[in-house]
Structures are given as structure tokens and as C-alpha cells.
């Protein structure tokens, strides 16, 4: 279930509401064979709330704010270029939250963090402090040992930390009273979830190491099934747990943002149709809609290049679409470099993701099979672990 954000007031309120409109959206007359739901949630949102009353005590407080006054203290305590030596990951937000109020004692004993979906969640199976893997690694928590790390226990805030399972693992049956209320089955089981962007490539249905998603949206992020762990700062690289294996993901500033500042999307499939894609272009561009690259060259000044633009604009299309691919190359080379699986197939999702000729070009360049995937909403990835929860509810809780 993917949940937008909405006024600024009421987030909370408003992510109720649109979780229950959608359960009361569900024709009665299926309600009663739902037998498991899981909630994938925007990374790094994160709330306080009070574990003996449900009250919210702070919070939300979304993925994109920062929170820069918590960033020595979470510096100081957290090894070097750690996930969470972010103003805005979900330690900072703890811990500036911590330094105001929580270490007064102003929220009691009581005070537990949950992350969106744990939220959504509780709502559902009314347990506290249950959280997955993916959500809990920009708070800190190490999903290869599988433990929060010792730097991070030590903390006074540390009682307030969720405790960790995989993505997909039953919690509990869905609350009595919301079971009566909407007619679900008293055995309907609620699931551990998972970030919106890891539902997003969960969708796709490939999980096989070698295995990638490319999104082509209005920038381009790829995403790679690794046998081996590869983080890097420097890039922006990091890698998520996906079970036995490592989802890696880097970002780029390159995609469909610049199309969309040189033509209309009727453009893009008209001028896509005067393409040949076994051909390869001269042109050699690094189109950015801005100053400034992240991934695979880490570069806050790179300047954006897109001349020399040809007279024909079906000529310069195929020069950008042909050099947004080998950037695309170049981010799975460098995973590579990194110690990553090498790439063998890759999906596509986004609104490039509709353009043949493209996906042509793309094959040609990276040199494997590129195909669009058939799902890649995250709300379908998040069905996804429900029914692997599902198939394990053997002792929940009820
Ligand atoms: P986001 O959710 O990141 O805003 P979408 O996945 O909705 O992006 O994709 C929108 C992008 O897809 C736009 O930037 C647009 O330029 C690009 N796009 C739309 N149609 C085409 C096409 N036929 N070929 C290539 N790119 C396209």
C-alpha cells in the first residue's frame, strides 16, 4: 500500500484515513479471503509515539527533512560515512528529537520509534516496536549481523529502537475490533513491510542475483541483485538486505527530467519512431537537468552537455537516449568495480520504460537483456511479502 503524503497538519491523520478508505474500498464480498496485508512506507519518516496510551508524540517527520543539529552527536558515535551521517536519516531525526525533548523525559518511558509503515501497521495488529531490516537500516541497525550495532546500543536512547524482522514476516492477526468493523478474517495475518522504493523493485518479481531494475522516471536509479554487500559514499551507493542476498542501488541526476525540458512526451514517441537502434550514435552527451552528478561519477559541479544538438531532432533525441544508456552502463560497471554481482538482466520501470526504441538502444549498450517489467507499483510489491508472510504464519500471534 503506497501512501502519498498529504497536508502538512495532518499527516498522520491523513494516512489513517487513507488506510482505512482503502480497506472499506475492498468489495465486502472478498474481505473475508484476505489472508495476509503488509505496508511498504517512505523511508526515513519517521514517528514518536507512546506505547502506553498510541498517542502520537512527535512526528511525522518526513523523509526529506533534515535535521543538521543532530548531526555531530550522530557523527561522533557512528562509524565514518554510515548511512545515518545524513541530516535527514531516521537516527538524526531520533536523536535531535531525543536532544529537545525525549532526554527531559518529556515523553516518560513510554516513547517508541516506529518508521511509516510500522505505523500503518500497528494500526492494523495494535503490537509495539515491530519494524523490518530495510525501514531500520537508516537508524542504524546492521542487517548483516543482523543486530544494532553495539555503538548505537550504548546510546539512552536505545530502549526506544524497534526490534527487526525480515520484510514479510508475520506479526499478528489483524486487530479484533478492525476485523469486526470490515468483515476481514480472524485469521488474516498482518506482515513486516519494506521501503516504497524496495516494493517498487519487489514488483518486478526478480530477485535472482544478477538481476536489476532500472527506473527510468525523471531521474535514473538502478537497482542490482548482489551476492556481495557494496556501500559507498562517495556514490551515493548502498546496499539493502533482500533475504539471503543484497539489493544494490545507485542514483544519477541523468533521465527523463531533461526529455521533458526538450520536448512534450508526444514528441519523445513520435521522433522515438524515426530511431534506428541497431545503429549506434555519434553524439556523446551527459544530459543533466542541472548542475551537479551523484552517481556514477560523484561530481556537485558537473555541468550538463547536450550540444552539439544536430538539425534533426530525431538525430539529437537518439544522441541523449544513447547517452543517458551508456551512463546506465556505466552505473552497472561501476557496482561492478565495487564487488557486485555482474548485471545480467535488466528490468525497466518509469515512463521510459514505454519506449521500444530505447529499450533497443539500451540492449545494445549494455550488452544484456533489457525488457520492461510487467509490475512496478510498489503497492504490488508490498502484496508480494504479504503472501510470503502468508505462506510462514505458522504460530502468530493472536
Ligand atoms: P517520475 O515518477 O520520476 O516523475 P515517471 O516514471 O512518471 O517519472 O516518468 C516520467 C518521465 O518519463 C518524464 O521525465 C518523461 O520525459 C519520460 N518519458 C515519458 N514518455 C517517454 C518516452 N516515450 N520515451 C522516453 N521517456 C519518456
Redesign the pocket.
Known amino acids: 500500500m503506497h501512501l502519498q503524503v498529504g497536508d502538512a497538519a495532518g499527516w498522520a491523520s491523513s494516512w489513517r484515513a487513507a488506510l482505512f478508505q482503502l480497506l472499506d474500498d475492498i468489495p465486502p464480498a472478498h474481505r473475508p479471503f484476505i489472508s495476509s496485508i503488509s505496508i511498504d512506507g517512505t523511508s526515513a519518516t519517521t514517528l514518536i509515539v507512546d506505547s502506553e496510551t498510541g498517542e502520537l508524540l512527535a512526528g511525522p517527520f518526513l523523509y526529506n527533512e533534515s535535521f543538521p543539529d543532530a548531526l555531530p552527536a550522530v557523527e561522533s558515535i557512528a562509524p565514518a560515512n554510515h548511512t545515518v551521517c545524513s541530516a535527514s536519516s531516521t537516527l538524526c531525526k531520533l536523536v535531535s528529537w531525543w536532544n529537545t525533548t525525549g532526554a527531559a523525559g518529556g515523553a516518560g518511558s513510554a516513547a517508541v520509534l516506529m518508521h511509516q509503515s510500522d505505523w500503518l501497521l500497528w494500526l492494523l495488529h495494535g503490537r509495539y516496536g515491530v519494524s523490518d531490516y530495510n525501514n531500520a537500516l537508516k537508524v542504524g541497525y546492521d542487517p548483516e549481523a543482523d543486530a544494532y550495532p553495539s555503538w548505537l546500543m550504548s546510546q539512552p536512547y536505545a530502549p526506544m529502537l524497534p526490534s527487526v524482522r525480515a520484510p514479510g514476516a508475520p506479526i499478528a492477526v489483524v486487530k479484533d475490533d478492525v476485523c469486526s468493523q470490515y468483515g476481514l478474517s480472524k485469521e488474516c495475518v498482518v506482515c513486516t513491510g519494506t521501503t516504497d522504493s524496495i516494493a517498487a523493485f519487489l514488483a518486478a518479481g526478480t530477485t535472482e542475483p544478477g538481476r536489476a531494475v532500472t527506473?527510468?522516471?525523471?531521474?535514473m536509479a538502478i537497482k542490482l541483485v548482489s551476492e556481495a554487500r557494496v556501500d559507498d559514499a562517495r556514490f551515493g551507493v548502498y546496499s539493502h538486505r533482500l533475504d539471503d542476498t543484497w539489493l544494490v542501488g545507485g542514483a544519477s541526476n541523468t533521465?527523463?527530467?531533461?526529455?521533458?525540458q526538450l520536448?512534450t512526451?508526444g514528441e519523445?514517441?513520435a521522433l522515438?519512431r524515426r530511431i534506428d537502434p541497431a545503429v549506434a550514435s555519434p553524439l556523446e552527451y551527459y544530459p543533466l537537468p542541472r548542475k551537479g552528478e551523484r552517481f556514477p561519477v560523484s561530481d556537485p559541479d558537473m555541468a550538463p552537455r547536450l550540444q552539439p544538438r544536430p538539425e534533426s531532432d530525431a538525430e539529437y533525441l537518439h544522441g541523449i537516449?544513447e547517452s543517458i544508456a551508456r551512463i546506465e552502463a556505466k552505473g552497472y560497471n561501476l557496482l561492478r568495480e565495487l564487488g557486485a554481482t555482474a548485471v545480467e538482466e535488466v528490468f525497466t520501470?518509469?515512463?521510459?520504460?514505454?519506449?521500444d526504441r530505447?529499450t533497443a538502444i539500451r540492449e545494445r549498450v549494455l550488452g544484456v537483456p533489457v525488457r520492461k517489467a510487467e509490475q512496478t507499483e510498489a503497492a504490488y510489491g508490498a502484496a508480494l511479502l504479504a503472501l510470503k508472510g502468508a505462506d510462514r504464519r505458522v504460530g502468530v500471534p493472536s
Open positions: 527506473s527510468l522516471g525523471s531521474t533521465g527523463g527530467a531533461v526529455l521533458r520536448f512526451d519523445l514517441v522515438s537516449l520501470a518509469g515512463g521510459g520504460a514505454q519506449n530505447w
